[in-house]
T-cell receptor
């Protein structure tokens, strides 16, 4: 198992463009989480899936953000009409139900909106 | 709501010095507590955890004890190495919060030879 994979590692986009990120969790993990981390801050929760169901969304997740996990495996996070304030590291993590441990995080996708 | 407060960094130490990074929390119920470490250009890695009061988590020479009476989970290491230079995040996981982690702002540790 190669852990949690995120693609791309870096994305530079112009303001107003749409971007999509992908996360491949650890295969036996049924829970998947998206977090956002801005420079010098701790990660902030965005949304959470159990299998294909999106069970929780943060108020940070504006209408321009949408996340999917269509088959309960990989997930995508799309940001429409990007703004400069969207520039951040987007982290994906996965865990198994009932697991007492913390999550396994991916290396993140760094988004820069110019 | 849940929150985690960490001491601000950066913390600069010489090799073999003693390390303490303070962490206090506010949460409903009985959260699990974690320390994560982030090396430059990498994702967060779980360093240690504690799931109930008075539990001590330990890993790679780092330790932290879950203190319910002071709502604290301070990270300690007796002798730091240059390779310990990283950003350390304290976090809690409250069952009432839908299994999400709430992180502190992180503390950058720099260890000089």
């Amino acid at each position: 198992d190669t852990g949690v994979s995120q693609d791309p590692r870096h994305k530079i986009t112009k303001r107003g463009q749409n971007v999509t990120f992908r996360c491949d969790p650890i295969s036996e993990h049924n829970r998947l989480y998206w977090y956002r981390q801005t420079l010098g801050q701790g990660p902030e929760f965005l949304t959470y899936f159990q299998n294909e169901a999106q069970l929780e969304k943060s108020r940070l997740l504006s209408d321009r953000f949408s996340a999917e996990r269509p088959k309960g495996s990989f997930s995508t996070l799309e940001i429409q009409r990007t703004e400069q304030g969207d520039s951040a590291m987007y982290l994906c993590a996965s865990s198994a139900t009932g697991q007492a441990n913390g999550y396994t995080f991916g290396s993140g996708t760094r988004l820069t909106v110019v | 709501g849940d929150s985690v407060t960490q001491m601000e960094g950066p913390v600069t130490l010489s090799e073999e010095a003693f390390l303490t990074i303070n962490c206090t929390y506010t949460a409903t119920g009985y959260p699990s507590l974690f320390w994560y470490v982030q090396y430059p250009g990498e994702g967060l890695q779980l360093l240690l955890k504690a799931t109930k009061a008075d539990d001590k988590g330990s890993n790679k020479g780092f330790e932290a004890t879950y203190r319910k009476e002071t709502t604290s989970f301070h990270l300690e290491k007796g002798s730091v190495q240059v390779s310990d230079s990283a950003v350390y995040f304290c976090a809690l996981r409250s069952g009432n919060a839908g299994n999400m982690l709430t992180f502190g702002g992180g503390t950058r540790l720099m260890v000089k030879p």
